[in-house]
């Protein structure tokens, strides 16, 4: 059974610095599109980057440029998000997702494969 599962996140204060993790399962993901995405409570889900498996580079939307760093190991199915300086607005439930075409979408209908999703909370 094909399987994304996040871990990584939990309680944190303003300032801290952040490292989720996404690991596949079940089947290869070395040839995906992988993507992070946050969902705030009473908002929409928000796309934070992604990154095909044949780039170097993620790509990431202007809004957030800059704040998120997105990696993946291949070898291991793995996808990594890192951040540093948490806010308060960073607080949402982060989810992985992975797409079987080559191109990275903001959309969350492009997405074949979720997270169950890891909570981060982030206090003043």
């Known amino acids: 059974q094909d399987q994304l599962r996040e871990s990584g996140g939990g309680l944190f204060k303003t300032g801290d610095s952040l490292k989720l993790s996404c690991a596949g399962s079940g089947h290869t993901f070395a040839r995906t599109t992988m993507s992070w995405f946050r969902q705030a409570p009473g908002k929409e889900r928000e796309f934070l980057g992604g990154l095909r498996w044949s780039a170097v580079n993620a790509t990431y939307p202007n809004d957030v440029r800059g704040r998120f760093t997105i990696f993946r190991d291949d070898t291991k199915d793995m996808v990594y998000l890192l951040t540093n300086s948490l806010q308060p607005e960073d607080t949402a439930v982060y989810y992985c997702?992975?797409?079987?075409?080559?191109?990275?979408?903001?959309?969350?209908?492009?997405?074949?494969?979720w997270g169950q999703g890891t909570q981060v909370t982030v206090s003043s």
């Open positions: 997702a992975t797409r079987t075409r080559s191109a990275v979408r903001t959309s969350v209908d492009d997405y074949d494969y």
